[in-house]
């Protein structure tokens, strides 16, 4: 069994529920539309904000989907994905984003680091935005890091936007006493909620029409197991569906039956 094969049983143009999308293509669902409002209200005030979420809530997606909606010539991004650069490793990255050789020394790398991020708005207009994924994954020396980049003397006119990504166990971290002058500069916390039902079925239907295909190929039974197996978080919505269209493909149905999201849940959960 192929995926051209399950793609051409159901008349796709292509494969439904894939990673590739651009950020136009996005499902917009509740959480995901409130998100994206959030981020932005951070870059335009130049605050910090902490977005979190359970794995698969869609975190990234959101923060992708903000960024596209900003003006590039207007805009510098910095987007940190892994925090196992450790603490010299995030100013050594937003030095080279900026256009810098990093400086050996990290006290020297500091001040590097804090003079770029003032000339690129100061003297070159740009609002730089900072987006740390897998924030919780953060150390202390890195958490202590990203504080003192944001210091008393960039209170009146913050050259920058903080966007910290996270699971819940972030906000915990953050409210630590070790972690009071960080936290106590956060504008802004959000917590992604999951789909609702309605939402499920809506996020299926838009990817389905994606491929191709606008009736309805999902039988409600089956968007309500799906639902309840990915406890409405996108990205497990997304694996389910499509293991389930393999599975009525493989049972040669013409649309995804309880008995094909039955299967797909089984095949998921034995992984």
């Known amino acids: 069994m192929s995926i051209e094969q399950v793609r051409s049983h159901f008349g796709f143009s292509k494969m439904p529920f894939g990673k590739d999308l651009s950020p136009s293509a996005l499902h917009r669902h509740g959480g995901h539309l409130e998100a994206v ?12 904000g902490v977005v979190t979420g359970e794995v698969g809530s869609g975190k990234t997606v959101a923060a ?4 596209a909606e900003l003006e590039p010539s207007r805009h510098t991004l910095i987007y ?3 925090p196992a650069i450790g603490a010299r490793g995030i100013y050594a990255e937003i030095v080279g984003r900026l256009g810098g050789a990093p400086r050996y020394f990290k006290s020297a790398l500091i001040a590097q680091a804090t003079e770029l991020l003032g000339i690129e708005a ?10 740390c994924d897998e924030a919780h994954l953060l150390d202390p020396s890195q958490l202590e890091e990203l504080r003192l980049l944001t210091n008393a003397e960039m209170d009146s006119a913050s ?26 500069r956060v504008t802004l916390r959000y917590a992604i909620p999951p789909m609702t039902p309605e ?8 990817h389905v029409k994606l491929g191709g295909r606008t009736d309805t190929l999902f039988s ?13 978080l996108p990205r497990a919505v997304n694996n389910l569906a499509r293991s389930a269209l393999v599975a009525a493909y493989a049972n040669h149905s013409a649309i995804v039956d309880e008995k094909a999201a039955r299967q797909a849940v089984t095949e998921v959960d034995a992984e």
């Open 220 to 232: 409600d039974d089956a968007l309500a197991s799906i639902h309840q197996a990915g406890r409405g």
């Open 122 to 131: 100061a003297e070159r207009g740009r609002r730089v935005v900072i987006v």
């Open 64 to 67: 992708r989907a903000a960024m």
């Open 37 to 48: 409002a959030r981020i932005g209200f951070l870059v335009a005030e130049a605050a910090i």
């Open 199 to 206: 939402e499920t079925a809506s996020y299926v239907a838009h």
């Open 159 to 184: 050259p920058f936007a903080l966007v910290l990504l996270g699971q819940p166990s972030l906000r915990s971290r953050l409210r630590l006493g070790s972690f009071a002058a960080l936290d106590q």
């Open 80 to 82: 940190l994905p892994n």
